[in-house]
């Protein structure tokens, strides 16, 4: 069975503080996708990066950046120098290539930069 | 390039009332996902439509249905509504559906009294 686990559920970080949220995952697939979005308050899931499973390399965008560790089924996310406008939920999802092709996230992790 | 259109944005029912709540993809998606997300049991997906039809199904009852038009607009309906139906849903939109990056609405937030 799939599972995606944010064992973070809150995080507060002071304004240009650097921030780690972690996710592992779980399946049985060997070809599979992982995503992370972010939702801030109005709602809106934003896309922020996908990658799959046969793909291990380390991809940085801007302040972002996403490190996939098969060995260890993670796919963390840092924020370096971190912004008020960072604030938001983030979560980490994953879908499988034979599935439903729905995605399952995880529960999720609130992070909070304070001026 | 328009967005993922939710409407309506907030709903008030009463238990045991119906629902319809409408999304509009982006131009050029064909690929309609739906999730629920509540405090309790996070986000949970609640069905696919890929031209027309029903592709894929989560696990939730058969109250819980929906449709997709030619124009690839979709609309989900949940009938006899029950207090634990409250919620923020979320519709997705993707080109093809195939795991690839969904982009979403901001949710229509459902309250049943």
């Known amino acids: 069975a799939q599972k995606v686990t944010q064992a973070q559920t809150e995080i507060s970080v002071v304004e240009k503080e650097d921030v780690t949220l972690d996710c592992v995952y779980e399946t049985r697939d060997t070809t599979y996708y992982l995503f992370w979005y972010k939702q801030p308050p109005s709602g809106e899931l934003v896309f922020l990066i996908r990658r799959n499973s046969f793909d291990e390399q380390n991809e940085i965008s801007g302040r972002y950046s996403w490190n996939f560790q098969k060995s260890t089924s993670s796919f963390n996310f840092t924020i370096t120098a971190s912004q008020v406008v960072d604030s938001a939920v983030y979560f980490c999802a994953l879908s499988e290539a034979t599935g439903a092709n729905n995605l399952f996230f995880g529960t999720g992790t609130r992070l909070t930069v304070i001026p | 390039k328009a967005g993922v259109t939710q409407t309506p944005r907030y709903l008030i029912k009463t238990r045991g009332q119906q629902v319809t709540l409408s999304c509009s993809p982006i131009?050029?998606?064909?690929?309609v996902s739906w999730y629920q997300q509540t405090p309790g049991q996070g986000l949970q997906f609640l069905f696919e439509y890929f031209s027309e039809t029903q592709r894929n199904k989560g696990n939730f009852p058969g109250r819980f249905s929906g449709r997709q038009f030619s124009n690839s607009r979709s609309e989900m309906n949940v009938s006899t509504l029950e207090l634990g139906d409250s919620a923020l849903y979320l519709c997705?939109?993707?080109?093809?559906?195939?795991?690839?990056?969904?982009?979403f609405g901001q949710g229509t937030r459902l309250t049943v009294v």
């Open positions: 997705a939109s993707t080109r093809t559906g195939k795991n690839t990056e969904a982009f």
């Open positions: 131009s050029g998606h064909r690929s």
